[in-house]
């Protein structure tokens, strides 16, 4: 089975932090993606990587990088934290030559305060 | 930007009723999926039908797909308590790149009442 994990559940920090956030996928997948998820909003695409060391923009990366040194390891950077980046934060990760199918890890819910 | 739109937005049935989900989209796509996901939980893949199928069965579930109308539909037969969730639409479109990215729609939420 797939697994992706995620470091945190919850997570509150302060307005004006640096927050980092992990995702770790044990399939050897080149596919990692960062979302965010709001009421009413569905998922929105913020950052992805095809490889190692390479990433490209979604819909919403504006407040967000990203960093990706290692295959299994997609991390989410807030590089300083605003009480609007407070959302359920989903990572992904997809095989290459797949039909896109994602598997997702549990959810981070950050509340910035 | 988003691009399947679940209709409806929240459903209500009784246990053993059929639950019925409708998407529509709008560029053109490679496959659509279906995702759920269990309240605060990550998604779970559910099913995925590809632009040239029409119909497609896994268990209780049933997608149907028309890319004339740029939409699709999602039917769990004899819903249980345990199927209260909400679900997902997610297109892979034909223009994304290597990394096949996906675009979901806002959710459809389901309850099944025992």
Not at chain 1, 6 to 12: D, E, G, I, N, T
Not at chain 1, 45 to 67: A, H, N, Q, R, T
Not at chain 1, 86 to 113: D, I, K, N
Not at chain 2, 26 to 38: A, D, E
């Amino acid at each position: 089975d797939v697994k992706v994990t995620q470091s945190s559940r919850y997570l509150v920090k302060r307005t004006g932090e640096k927050v980092f956030l992990e995702c770790v996928q044990d399939m050897d997948h080149e596919n990692m993606f960062w979302y965010r998820q709001d009421p009413g909003l569905g998922l929105r695409l913020i950052y992805f990587s095809y490889d190692v060391k390479m990433k490209e923009k979604g819909d919403i990366p504006e407040g967000y990088s990203v960093s990706r040194e290692k295959k299994e390891r997609f991390s989410l950077i807030l590089e300083s934290a605003s009480t609007n980046q407070t959302s359920m934060y989903l990572c992904a990760s997809s095989a290459p030559g797949s039909s896109y199918e994602q598997y997702f890890g549990p959810g981070t819910r950050l509340t910035v305060t | 930007s988003q691009q399947g739109e679940e209709d409806p937005q929240a459903l209500s049935i009784q246990e053993g009723e059929n639950a019925t989900m409708n998407c529509s989209y709008k560029t053109s796509i490679n496959n659509l999926q279906w995702y759920r996901q269990n309240s605060g939980r990550g998604l779970v893949h559910l099913i995925l039908i590809r632009s040239n199928e029409r119909e497609k069965h896994s268990g209780r579930l049933r997608v149907t797909l028309d890319t004339s109308k740029k939409s699709s539909s999602l039917l769990i037969t004899a819903s249980r308590a345990a199927d209260t969730a909400s679900y997902f639409c997610a297109t892979g479109d034909i223009s994304s790149g290597s990394a096949r990215q996906l675009t979901f729609g806002s959710g459809t939420q389901l309850t099944v009442l025992p």
